[in-house]
């Protein structure tokens, strides 16, 4: 059974950085395009990066975080990272890290996310 | 940017009853490329249904898709308690993907 579990969440303040990680099991997962989305407290759901499979050489970002998120992966240890430079007060949300479909093997344009992690939460707050 | 509505924004129902949730967007989805989730409090999102109408692995035929262009639907038949949640719908036919912002299914 495919499985993700998120770390590395907690209180930071503006300005600060943080690292989550994201845990794979029970698939392959070298061979699909991953992504974190977050969830604002009492909000809807928002995409914030992808990273290509295998050599994860092609990445995209939601506009409000690039230049400030990396997304990156290690396939040897089945991880998936999350590295959050100057924080703001929105970033504060629940990450998820999410396994996506329907992408082609060199670009992700139209997607969505078929297994899901329980999440970790960013609060970031002087 | 496609923008996705849904409706209504609470439903409010009884076990047994059927719950049909709307999802409209502001231009036609290529492909009928939409997908549904359903998020129980405090967990995660569990994807329901992908391209519009297929149900995804281990959901229970209750839950049905339908649906082109603009306007889709998800219905499910014989509510349970458990099917309290917030549903979300999702469209991937156009780029940036969007979502939904969300229906409260209540089990009266």
């Known amino acids: 059974e495919a499985q993700m579990v998120e770390s590395g969440g907690g209180l930071v303040q503006p300005g600060g950085s943080l690292r989550l990680s994201c845990a794979v099991s029970?698939?392959?997962?070298?061979?699909?395009?991953m992504s974190w989305v977050r969830q604002a407290p009492g909000k809807g759901l928002e995409w914030v990066a992808n990273i290509q499979q295998e050599g994860g050489s092609v990445t995209y970002y939601v506009d409000s975080v690039k230049g400030r998120f990396t997304i990156s992966r290690d396939n040897a240890k089945g991880a998936l990272y999350l590295q959050m430079d100057s924080l703001r007060v929105e970033d504060t949300a629940v990450y998820y890290c999410a396994r996506v479909r329907s992408c082609t093997r060199n670009n992700c344009y139209f997607y969505y996310f078929d297994v899901w992690g329980k999440g970790t939460t960013v609060i970031v707050s002087s | 940017e496609i923008v996705v509505t849904q409706s209504p924004g609470t439903l409010s129902l009884s076990p047994g009853e059927r719950a049909t949730l709307s999802c409209r967007a502001s231009?036609?989805?290529?492909?009928?490329?939409l997908v549904w989730y359903q998020q129980r409090p405090g967990q995660a999102p569990r994807l329901l249904i992908y391209?519009?109408?297929s149900r995804a692995t281990g959901i229970p035929d209750r839950f049905s898709g339908s649906g082109s262009g603009k306007d889709f639907t998800l219905t499910i038949s014989r509510l349970e308690p458990e099917d309290s949640a917030v549903y979300y719908c999702q469209q991937y036919g156009s780029s940036p993907i969007t979502f939904g912002q969300g229906t409260r299914l209540e089990i009266k």
């Open positions: 391209g519009a109408s």
């Open positions: 231009q036609s989805v290529n492909n009928n490329y």
């Open positions: 029970g698939f392959d997962y070298s061979v699909f395009w």
